[in-house]
């Protein structure tokens, strides 16, 4: 080399040891930090895909802590109602305690009175005290709110989850397809002649009896007697002309009349030996009713569309459970056996639980918690609980104790299923939701990590190697700084 003004070998190590200083400080800045991609430049795709999984695991984050401060809301509330159920069962027990009178003085059934009053007053109370970090559980302030609502066409209406998307009101159309009906027969004549009297057994699902109408009893006068044990029975009968239509009080296919004359071998036998061309049949349009030893006639079940889906009922009764609405419709006498429509509109309420990773319809978990309040437990046919407290319809000295039964059956029931949907929710919801969102935050973490943490093994590896070239570097940069000074042996 005979050049001295420009050290190519010189410029070339200088290039080479800048080059392998920045890998050594890349591989200094990785082992220190633990991350692979530190800034955009080390892996442009690679940040943005580790941005977005890093957005899923702090939805996830969250949806778990949210999942578990909800199973602690629903925990409070199902405690209370444990609380109110052993409350009812009391009043349960009073109750049948109090309907002997014939045993009890007055002042053993004042003091069972005392004993409810204080009862319904301590369920009122849990009521309107339980909450959960200042929000009220059980007085109604999570129970959904409804407007338009026809009593006389939908006679109650329970929303036990509605997923209003942002805020906004949902319709709920009710379209009836097919009618409720009751067990139904039939007994068509004037009436019984002289010559004779008539006993039959009469009974539905809620019970039976038998019944003797005396010689000479019109249709009218057999109707009437019917009606008298309808209570025991649970069949009423309905006058048209001369024919009787003996029904069950409930609808729906739980629900059945059953009638035989007592005395006859068969059917044919029984029909054509009653006096005066009196029938007993199924149909009022069909008297030929064949050879049976009974007839039994059930009810129908309600059919209808809820919003387009197709939904078989219980007797007057509609459950609908779709990915956005669960509530039960008890339609009116009325409107079940008509195909008529009917609307409503739930307008907000509900508590809405994200459990999920992202705020959206299918992240969004919402459930009612109704109104527990002795004003709210019961039915709208018998009463409700507050109604056998003292100087009202069902006190325990009254005489309406076989209402009150229906009442605290239907509180008990009441709580019941509220305690059975609330623990539903916290088993099949928000705990399988936990060890889901747990799974994914395991393998989503799996991946960021694989594409954002420094891999050590191979970093060291690049850290040494770096040390090394940078020492050989300085090394050749001497050698090279040195060259220029052979051509002063040129000089002599």
Known sequence: MSRINTNVASMNAIHNMIANNGKLNTSLQRLSSGLRINTGKDDPAGLIASETLRSEIRGIEKGIKNSERASSVIATAEGALNEISSLLLDIKGLLVESANKGALASS???????????????????????????????????????????????????????????????????????????????????????????????????????????????????????????????????????????????????????????????????????????????????????????????????????????????????????????????????????????????????????????????????????????????????????????????????TKLMTAQRVIDSAIENIAVMRGRLGSFQRNVLETNMNSLRISMENVTSAESSIRDTDFATETAAMTRAQILIQANTQILAVANSLPQNVLALLG
């Open 108 to 398: 053993e059934i004042d003091a069972n009175q005392l004993q409810v009053d204080s009862a319904i007053n301590s369920i009122e109370r849990i009521s309107n005290s339980t909450q959960f970090n200042g929000v009220k559980l059980l007085n109604g302030n999570l129970s959904y709110s409804t407007t338009s609502v026809n009593a006389l066409e939908l006679q109650q209406v329970r929303i036990q989850s509605a997923k209003l998307i942002d805020g906004a009101d949902m319709i709920v159309d009710v379209q009836v397809t097919a009618s409720a009906q009751t067990g139904s027969v039939f007994m068509s004549g004037a009436g019984l002649s002289s010559s004779g009297s008539l006993t039959i057994q009469l009974g539905s699902n809620r019970g039976s009896t038998e019944l003797t109408f005396a010689a000479s009893a019109g249709i009218s006068a057999m109707a009437e007697s019917v009606n008298a044990v309808k209570e025991i029975t649970g069949v009423s009968a309905f006058i048209s002309g001369t024919t009787a239509s003996l029904n069950s009080v409930d609808f729906g296919t739980d629900s059945f009349v059953s009638i035989e004359v007592l005395g006859a071998d068969d059917w044919e036998n029984m029909n054509s030996g009653l006096p005066l061309g009196m029938q007993i049949m199924l149909s009022s349009q069909n008297p030929d009713i064949g050879d049976q030893g009974s007839l039994k006639d059930y009810g129908i079940d309600v059919t209808a569309t809820v919003n387009g889906a197709l939904t078989t009922g219980k007797g007057r009764e509609l459950t609908v459970r779709t990915a956005i609405l669960e509530a039960i419709i008890d339609l009116s006498i009325a409107q079940s056996m008509s195909t008529t429509s009917s609307s409503f509109a739930i307008t907000g309420g509900g508590a809405d639980f994200a459990i999920g990773a992202q705020v959206d319809a299918i992240g969004l978990a919402s459930i009612a918690i109704q109104s527990v309040a002795p004003s709210q437990l019961g039915n709208v046919t018998d009463g409700f609980l507050n109604s056998l407290k003292s100087g009202k319809a069902q006190e325990m000295k009254g």
